[in-house]
């Protein structure tokens, strides 16, 4: 079983900065490709950002140069820092762990960007 358990979210006004975590179990965190996803009320789930184990890095158009995604190994956390941030990216957050077909999700967490 994985589990992965974010923290992190709140509410801040646009210009502001939040960082996510999510930490898992070091088997995890040592062999899934891990991501962050989010779900804006009305829109489908989309990715943010994602990192792999050798800390390769993809992110959404709409995030790039004002997202960081990292993993810390010791520890078995990922970030998210998030700086400059608008109202649109105003969604509910989740950090997914992946490994070949299968994917497992956070609870997530609510980010809120107030104009």
């Known amino acids: 079983q994985v589990q992965l358990v974010e923290s992190g979210g709140g509410l801040v006004q646009a210009g502001g900065s939040l960082r996510l975590a999510c930490a898992a179990s070091r088997r995890t965190f040592s062999i899934y490709a891990m991501g962050w996803y989010r779900r804006a009320p009305g829109k489908q789930r989309e990715l943010v950002a994602r990192?792999?184990?050798?800390?390769?890095?993809t992110y959404a158009d709409s995030v790039k140069g004002r997202f960081t995604i990292s993993r810390a190994n010791t520890g078995s956390t990922m970030y998210l820092q998030m700086n400059s941030l608008k109202p649109e990216d105003t969604a509910v957050y989740y950090c997914a762990a992946s490994l070949g077909l299968n994917t497992y999700w956070g609870q997530g967490t609510q980010v809120t960007v107030s104009s």
């Open positions: 990192i792999t184990t050798s800390s390769s890095t």
